[in-house]
């Protein structure tokens, strides 16, 4: 009796292909993006009075912004809100599963009429700033987003008002900041960058998984221990150290790291940044998973021996993450 339903006249069209589930999710995401777009105002103010930066798009940086103007467009584009959150914003989804069998778990949320499941850094990015001095505040201070993925952390900062600049070399994951960047109308917040922070300027090789092309690590080996996958896709990409992007006249309020291995690379190219005073240095939150670390042939205690060499003597462990201040 299992395929008893062949046998009974169809009443209702199935949404049983790959294509036409893809048509579905395409016409509720268009809906969903016109309803954010004819609802929110462009002109919303922060809930910060943040002082502008000197930093803006026309700074001459050592290497160039990514310009979303001329990226290739992302598609399908399906996008939603995050729940939960005191400063809610939209991020564009780039890991669907595998359609139509088993769809990723927002894309059934979305057609549920749900928001996206809150992704935890964003909480914790929006909780920090929150509590921040308020002169420290009003100073304008950056946010350094390094690992950007698809924004989480960049999105999470820009909607409250602060400025980012953001370090992710994949290009799927680009075109993904890209389509946040026009859903918050957060432009002139968001610098982005299409390079992986390191303690050179150079290039490197990523590696990226078949089917989960949004994931990349330096190490093969690391970028499989996050995503079960058997086959990588080896690219290129450049390298540049924060201290040559970030100048020692700009306040930097917040570091976040999370590279699948390669944290203690991007620590070394960031030395000048922390080795500021306490009360100018930034308060740094970075991935310290063992297994990814050894991966690139580094270890937790070779990071925070490095880190109290520059001050950092106090770390707390918040499940993988690190966080980091000066005492």
Known sequence: MANAWKKEPTKHPKISSPKTLLLVILSLSLLLIFFFLTSRSPSQNPPYPIKPLSVSKSRAYPIPPFNCFNSPQAHPVVANTVE?????????LSDFGSLPDKPHKNI????KGKPFRKPDISETIQGFLEGVEEERKK????????????GMASF???????KVLAFEPVMENLQRICDGIWFNRVGELVTVFEAAASD???????????????????????????????????????????????????????????????????LKGA??????????APYLIYEEDERLLQASNSTAKEIRDFLKTVG????????????????
């Open 84 to 92: 939960n959150l005191k400063y809610p914003f939209l991020f564009s």
């Open 108 to 111: 059934v949320r979305l057609l």
């Open 139 to 150: 100073s304008g201070g950056l946010v350094v987003d390094v690992g950007a993925n698809v």
């Open 156 to 162: 999470a900062a820009a909607v409250m008002g602060f």
């Open 200 to 266: 050179r300027i150079g290039n490197i090789t990523f590696y990226k998984l078949v089917g989960r092309l949004d994931n990349s690590a330096v190490s093969a080996t690391g970028a499989k221990l996050a995503f079960k996958s058997n086959e990588e896709v080896a690219v290129q990409v450049r390298t540049i150290p924060l201290d040559e992007i970030i100048s020692d006249s700009e306040p930097v309020l917040l570091i976040k790291i999370d590279v699948q291995g390669w944290e203690y690379h991007v």
């Open 271 to 280: 030395k000048k940044l922390l080795s500021r005073k306490k009360g100018d």
């Open 312 to 327: 950092y003597h106090h770390c707390t462990q918040h499940g993988t993450d690190a966080h980091c201040t000066k005492d």
